[in-house]
């Protein structure tokens, strides 16, 4: 029989929070692995969800309309459309909450959040407000069990990363394009753009002080020129990778001592496998896992492990997730882990036993919360850290959410709830100030406010 520590770290740490009406695991180490065997990347409440091919050729065809129209009109077509993404986005985040409410596999369900920030993107752009929601169900969630190559593929070549960091715009000064230009005497002289490749190399493989220099990402950036997205007027191409030879860069690359001599994309794709194979890639993908799951500052020897884990199996992620199941640090009954916003919703929710959003939606209290979904200011993404999460202005609001969602839940016994949630391992002062609590509203709060509860 498990201990109850260890079904709450399955339920809290690795999952995202019980609920209710689940019977407790027996098992909680095989309860976690056999969730890779059922996993489902496209669960039904997606279902009515658009792609973003279907989402870009809609934005493109009001564009291509709206240009030849008088400045009055353009402007209403414009102000239309943004209304349009911000509904199509709050839609979104709601389908999000919903899939991590009904899962049965929220181990999973967490590692997709956590690829998702690993590889951010922001909705603040106009056309990355259309196309977040589909950017995390067609490259993080098909690939979290999968390859680490095949993911970090799947969202370099996304248009949403592509517009995100600017790829779009970036010209190879050799290319075709840009010695048509050049003859034609043009005053802007077309370039690259690094942002890509930088973000690449410092967030996304092989993290920062890892040996690679300037010249290495500007290298890299010249390597990357023609991956782009199609434009308004290519219709059915406007949400779609396409890669443009015509703004390549021609001739060989030398980025951190390896020359590569391929042409067209396959220099680039070339490079992106060097870099997801890294030693350092895997030593930074290994600290971020264990960060996300143990604790903010992660025992070396769990790294060393994962990083390990991943060189061995070449960048199979389910091997890796295998050496974070296995290692007794992650096991620790303390919990170290203070939770986002997105991580306290999310548990708040599925412990009261809700499986639908209600009132407020989901999008403006995680913007309340601070942290609104794929709005990260930066593309490191959100942090991963208590000192990011934990200050008194943040707490505060996080209460008077409690309160709201506790107001919905009055026929719901705090102390009966409180023992289904945490396995019978509740903090002895937090089952004293539940029990004493002058009504089930107050208990509820409480519990939810609680150390234990904004923990895993």
């Known amino acids: 029989m498990a201990r109850p520590s260890e079904v709450a770290v399955a339920l809290n740490r690795f999952g995202l929070g019980a609920r209710p009406e689940d019977e407790a695991p027996a098992d909680p180490k095989s309860w976690l692995l056999a969730q890779f065997e059922s996993y489902d990347a496209n669960p039904a409440v997606f279902s009515g969800a658009p792609d973003s091919a279907t989402l870009g050729d809609g934005y493109a065809e009001t ?3 709206a240009k030849g129209a008088d400045a009055d009109a353009k402007m209403a077509a414009r102000k239309t459309a943004r209304q349009e993404a911000q509904a199509l986005y709050r839609d979104e985040v709601d389908m999000r909450a919903r899939a991590a409410l009904a899962t049965s596999t929220p181990f999973v369900e967490r590692l997709v959040h956590f690829w998702s920030n690993h590889f951010a993107i922001s909705a603040e752009k106009p056309q990355l407000t259309l196309i977040a929601g589909a950017f995390e169900r067609e490259a993080i969630r098909p690939h979290v069990l999968g390859r680490f190559e095949d993911m970090l593929l799947a969202a370099v070549r996304h248009p949403a990363m592509l517009l995100y960091l600017d790829q779009v ?3 190879g000064p050799n290319s075709r394009f840009a010695n048509r230009a050049a003859k034609r005497g043009g005053k802007r002289k077309p370039g690259i753009n690094e ?12 993290g920062v002080r890892s040996g690679y220099s300037q010249a290495d990402v500007t290298e890299f950036a010249l390597a990357l020129t023609g991956f782009s997205t199609g434009r308004a007027r290519e219709r059915d191409q406007a949400g779609a990778f396409t890669f443009r030879p015509g703004l390549h860069e021609p001739g060989e690359r030398t980025i951190m001592g390896k020359t590569y001599d391929q042409s067209g994309k396959r220099q680039a794709l070339a490079v992106l496998g060097d870099l997801a194979a890294a030693e350092a890639t895997a030593t930074h993908i290994a600290a971020k896992l264990a960060r996300h799951f143990i604790a903010d500052e992660p025992p070396a020897a769990v790294v060393t492990r994962l990083a390990e884990a991943f060189r061995r199996s070449k960048g199979d992620l ?3 997730y295998h050496a974070l199941i296995d290692s007794p640090e992650a096991w620790q009954p303390a919990a170290a882990k203070f939770k986002t916003p997105w991580e306290w919703t999310i548990s708040a929710l599925r412990g009261l036993g809700r499986s639908d959003i209600g009132k407020p939606r989901l999008a403006p209290l995680l913007n309340q919360l601070g942290q609104p979904v794929w709005r990260p200011r930066s593309p490191a993404g959100y942090d991963d850290v208590a000192g990011s999460w934990a200050a008194p202005d943040a707490l505060v609001r996080r209460v008077e959410a409690a309160q709201r969602l506790a ?3 009055d026929d719901v016994d705090p102390r009966d709830l409180a023992r289904k949630l945490f396995a019978g391992s509740l903090n002895e002062l937090t089952v004293a100030e539940v029990d004493r609590a002058e009504s089930r509203r107050t208990g509820i709060a409480l519990l939810l406010v609680s150390p234990d509860f904004q923990r895993r």
Do not use: D, G, K, P
């Open 169 to 171: 715009r970036s010209i």
């Open 318 to 320: 389910v091997a890796v």
């Open 195 to 206: 942002n890509l490749a930088r973000e690449i190399m410092e967030l996304h493989t092989l």
């Open 407 to 409: 107001a919905q839940s």
């Open 63 to 65: 564009m291509l309309e």
